[in-house]
């Protein structure tokens, strides 16, 4: 039997009977009380030939369930790991007996990074991620190993990074020297991979809302990244997340931190411009 999009997302429908759409309602995000997060926008202008009418982050497709853990830091496991990259932060490590601390003193001195980033490196003269700067920093500034783009220690310094950006509009730019970048990573978005002929488009853009085996399909934005799963009670970071759509598709995938990645990573973030960072978020 040949493959192709179209049987693909049929056949993994087929799990539940018929294609059930999402009821996305319109319960507000607000964190601990007082912290309300942006969770529906317009359409960012470089969207507006997508197939959607607005943008919606993950947390309107999670149940009940799950979306009351997003809102209370009490509830949010994630909120353990933060604490964790906390740790890291201060920690002396490598050849120079520097911490993060020891240059940047506080972690609210990242207020406003993670809304940002991607974003476009001047003195790198590339496209950078946070994963990308912080192992920049571990490398040149403290004479330290640098994390696994994906590792544990790593998606714990994002989330406490993510932290004291939340609330905060994403606003990544993509015109300058950034547009051959997210050019590319709009590309990689529209193509289809693997046995199954499925693109980023076909599951996130087409049939958000729609069920996919048991669950809600979003529309697969990463404002809310790292993400808590509780299918693998971890943090996942976004590139973590792409390995795994992409492996989903049976294909072989691009390495966490390549150029495929990155440049994915840019445009993806770019299609939330104008929801609020939620990092540490609760996803299923």
């Not at 696994?148 to 950006?165: C, D, K, P, R, V």
């Not at 050019?183 to 599951?203: D, F, M, P, V, W």
């Not at 979003?218 to 792409?242: D, E, M, V």
């Not at 294909?251 to 609020?276: I, K, Q, W």
Request: charged share 25%; net charge negative; aromatic share 8%.
């Amino acid at each position: 039997m040949k493959f192709n999009a179209m049987t693909a997302v049929a056949a993994l429908m087929l799990a539940l009977p018929g294609a059930v759409a999402a009821d996305p309602d319109d319960d507000n995000l607000v964190i601990n009380g007082e912290q309300e997060m942006t969770t529906k926008a317009p359409l960012p202008a470089h969207m507006e030939d997508a197939n959607m009418d607005q943008i919606m982050s993950g947390w309107h497709f999670r149940s009940d369930e799950t979306q009351a853990l997003e809102m209370d830091d009490f509830d949010n496991p994630g909120m353990i790991f933060v604490d964790a990259g906390r740790d890291q932060w201060n920690a002396v490590e490598g050849s120079e007996g520097n911490s993060c601390a020891t240059c940047h003193e506080d972690p609210s001195s990242m207020e406003g990074v993670r809304a940002v980033y991607p974003k476009w490196d001047e003195k790198a003269g590339e496209v950078q991620t946070v994963a990308m700067q912080i192992n920049d920093c571990r490398e040149n500034n403290m004479g330290a190993e640098p994390y696994g783009y994906t590792s544990g220690q790593m998606a714990n310094m994002e989330a406490l990074i993510a932290l004291q950006s939340r609330g905060m509009p994403v606003d990544v730019t993509i015109d300058g020297p950034a547009e051959e970048m997210w050019e590319k990573g709009k590309e990689i978005y529209y193509t289809r991979y693997g046995q199954l002929e499925l693109s980023c488009a076909n599951c996130h853009e087409d049939n958000y809302g729609n069920m996919i085996r048991a669950d809600h399909l979003s529309q697969g934005q990463i404002n809310g990244f790292p993400t808590y799963r509780l299918k693998n009670a971890r943090l996942n970071t976004a590139h973590g997340r792409f390995k795994g759509c992409i492996r989903d598709t049976r294909a072989h995938t691009f390495d966490p931190g390549s150029d495929e990645f990155v440049a994915l990573e840019l445009y993806v973030a770019s299609r939330g411009n104008g929801l609020s960072v939620e990092g540490p978020s609760v996803r299923n």
